[in-house]
């Protein structure tokens, strides 16, 4: 989502999530780069109070905001995070962002695993016994495809992003994802500059009735 609020308002509009039945998985990455993280983490808290099934997971850019965050309240570090961050929450360096900001990144799982799928930011090492163990790989892990142990996967797929890949690559891959067991959804929706590439738009994917969403980037002073 990258802080590109209007276009993950437009995309909840176009999934029009049912209160008591829909999840909404979310794998991370709601900040930075985009006009409104802080927006954008704000709408995610509001849809929770309201009742919806909300699952964020944790990407590499809420772990790096848990870091530069640290590194200036504690290390006396300054001025690092991304400057559409700061803008959104109106700060000039990290130390001003608000507790309960913070907070909601330290809180986020690595990953969640349900009966059918496991939802994670960046995917999984193989190379370890349980690729689930080690949450730098969790985070920004690429290029992992040709490691898969499906002996440990089973039946379960998995569902990532962080790596972003065309819409048309998007869809590729999902032909062969009941095969393959894997799906990457991130096509770049920060990228609006890339629209005419295949990127700059946010995907969604109805897990029970197999079907893609996506929705164009429609957020304004995207720099990207």
């Given at each position: 989502i990258h802080g590109c609020l209007s276009t993950f308002q437009a995309l909840l509009h176009q999934l029009d999530l049912d209160i008591d039945t829909d999840a909404l998985y979310l794998l991370g990455d709601y900040v930075d780069r985009g006009p409104d993280s802080k927006g954008v983490i704000d709408e995610i808290w509001q849809l929770q109070k309201q009742g919806y099934k909300v699952l964020p997971i944790r990407g590499n850019h809420e772990q790096m905001l848990i870091h530069d965050h640290h590194a200036e309240t504690k290390k006396g570090w300054f001025d690092m995070g991304d400057e559409e961050l700061k803008s959104s929450f109106g700060i000039n360096n990290m130390t001003g962002l608000p507790v309960p900001y913070v907070d909601f990144c330290k809180g986020l799982p690595h990953y969640l695993v349900e009966d059918e799928f496991i939802a994670v930011h960046a995917g999984m090492n193989f190379n370890l016994e349980n690729p689930l163990e080690n949450s730098e790989d969790l985070l920004w892990i690429r290029d992992w495809y040709d490691n898969v142990n499906y002996e440990w996967l089973q039946n379960k797929k998995i569902i990532h992003g962080h790596t972003p890949q065309t819409r048309q690559e998007i869809e590729i891959q999902f032909k062969d994802f009941d095969k393959k067991q894997i799906l990457n959804i991130d096509c770049g929706a920060f990228s609006?500059?890339?629209?005419?590439?295949?990127?700059?738009?946010?995907?969604?994917?109805?897990?029970?009735?197999?079907?893609?969403?996506?929705?164009?980037?429609?957020?304004?002073?995207?720099?990207?």
């Open positions: 609006a500059q890339s629209k005419k590439h295949g990127l700059g738009q946010l995907c969604a994917l109805d897990f029970t009735n197999r079907k893609l969403h996506f929705q164009e980037n429609i957020d304004t002073g995207c720099k990207y």
